[in-house]
């Protein structure tokens, strides 16, 4: 089991860059995917960015690809996602997930940190 814990969101205005972090509390990340999703008011939560922990590259949503970028410190056992030219649409509560590498469940799940993208 693998206790996260996300912070780095806020208030953003169109444009701008956030860079989100997700601590993990697991002896290792080695065993792990690591993912991040976003639910809007009113929409479903979808996979934003993810990334295995033993390398590899990375998949993002069409939505974010090449401004968005998942990365992991395996030595600090933290996930990140650096996102630039945030947009509008953006703006959502975002989540850091893991699951065992291989498996379809995502079983791990932070509380979400909000990100704002206004003018």
């Known amino acids: 089991q693998v206790q996260l814990v996300e912070s780095g969101g806020g208030l953003v205005q169109p444009g701008e860059s956030l860079r989100l972090s997700c601590a993990a509390s697991?002896?290792?990340?080695?065993?792990?995917?690591m993912g991040w999703f976003r639910q809007a008011p009113g929409q479903e939560r979808e996979l934003v960015a993810a990334?295995?922990?033993?390398?590899?590259?990375?998949a993002y949503a069409e939505s974010v690809e090449g401004r968005f970028t998942i990365s992991i410190d395996n030595a600090k056992k933290s996930v990140f996602l650096q996102m630039n030219a945030l947009k509008p649409e953006d703006t959502a509560v975002y989540f850091c997930?893991?699951?065992?590498?291989?498996?379809?469940?995502?079983?791990?799940w932070g509380q979400g940190t909000q990100v704002t993208v206004s003018s």
């Open positions: 997930a893991a699951k065992v590498a291989g498996s379809t469940d995502w079983t791990n």
């Open positions: 990334r295995s922990s033993r390398g590899g590259p990375a």
């Open positions: 697991t002896r290792s990340l080695t065993y792990y995917t």
